[in-house]
């Protein structure tokens, strides 16, 4: 996936800000800290394998799938949301929404979330195969 096509649906979607990768990293600790917080008790790590949403695919924790995911998320409120994609070669971003973004065709990992953590949407590139995209909200986490 080009920056291009990344920054394209974003533009559509409202008012963008970068995020410093110190911040970057901060808030995806956090991330980690509300929908990874079943595997770091069962395993000691933060992340299952190689991308952040494993720990929906590997039963970590709840979260709807394919299209119920993408229902949850398009009854979500569009707002301050930050949008963070594993990769490190495109920019995270503090969006102002008056849409929210899709990224079902990037087909890349790219997570979707408001500040208070409240639901958070993955998508995946292996959505063609029936992993993901991944809706959570954090009450599902406090309720594990």
Known sequence: MSTSDY????SRCGT???VSRRERWRLMQEWRSVYASSLHAATGKWKHGQFE????SFKYAHALSGTKAQHAYSLEQPGEVLVIPESEALPAL???AHLLPDFISLRNEIHV?????????SFTHEMSIGLGPYFSRREWMDAR
């Not at 920054?7 to 974003?10: C, E, I």
């Not at 949403?53 to 929906?56: D, L």
């Not at 979330?113 to 949407?121: E, G, I, R």
């Open 53 to 56: 949403w494993h720990v929906f």
């Open 113 to 121: 979330f408001p500040p208070d953590l409240s639901w958070t949407m």
């Open 94 to 96: 503090r969006l102002e």
């Open 16 to 18: 963008m800000a970068e």
């Open 7 to 10: 920054l394209s649906v974003l």
